[in-house]
């Protein structure tokens, strides 16, 4: 008897529970910042699911690391990162005309070799570092909607050097030489301080 009257109850709750809140409320992407952290920057993507993000950030020419980036990344909110998607998984080298200068720069910066060790030893050490939180004295230029960096030791308001960054990374089409010419002065002492700077000069200047 207690056990058909126990059933009952648990059969009058059963639509209850069926339609509570909790069952109709929607499901939610778990995107989040997907950090690239080098010596002395940090390259800082948005709306990156974090399988994704990891595959990101260890692509290498072996196959099987791309193999990973493309079924992590295949559908990201992160444009940037879709355009690698088409071009690595898809077979459309055009879509990455569809980027701008500043954002090939800031990831090839990302990914040049020394950076790529960089992470390595602090992934094998366990170690932690600040390169990608923004602190007094930081330069940090919003490449576009989905993606920051920030460079440390560069003095926003201290500096020129910071402002003449912004139009070199964050831009729309090709650099032009006026913009070229300002960082390449205005830069020219801070890129001492920052191995990162440093490489990225050579690179435009």
Not at 101 to 128: N, Y
Request: with cysteine.
């Amino acid at each position: 008897m207690l056990r058909a009257m126990l059933f009952a109850t648990l059969m009058a709750w059963a639509p209850l529970a069926r339609g509570s809140p909790t069952e109709l409320l929607p499901r939610h992407r778990c995107d989040q910042d997907c950090q690239t952290p080098m010596q002395a920057a940090c390259a800082i993507q948005i709306d990156v699911a974090p399988a994704c993000c990891d595959a990101a950030k260890n692509i290498s020419s072996e196959s099987s690391s791309i193999s990973s980036f493309c079924s992590a990344c295949t559908g990201t909110a992160n444009k940037n990162i879709a355009a690698d998607v088409e071009s690595m998984c898809q077979g459309d080298p055009s879509s990455k005309k569809s980027l701008s200068r500043g954002v090939l720069l800031l990831h090839d910066l990302s990914f040049r070799s020394e950076a790529v060790e960089f992470r390595h030893k602090l992934l094998l050490s366990g170690g932690s570092t600040d390169a990608c939180a923004v602190q007094d004295g930081d330069c940090s230029v919003q490449v576009n909607p989905q993606y920051k960096a920030i460079f440390k030791g560069i003095n926003a308001t201290l500096s020129t050097c910071c402002s003449s960054l912004a139009p070199i990374l964050a831009n729309s089409g090709p650099i032009s030489d006026s913009n070229k010419v300002a960082f390449c002065q205005e830069c020219l002492g801070e890129k001492a301080e920052n191995v990162d700077l440093e490489s990225l000069y050579q690179v435009v200047c």
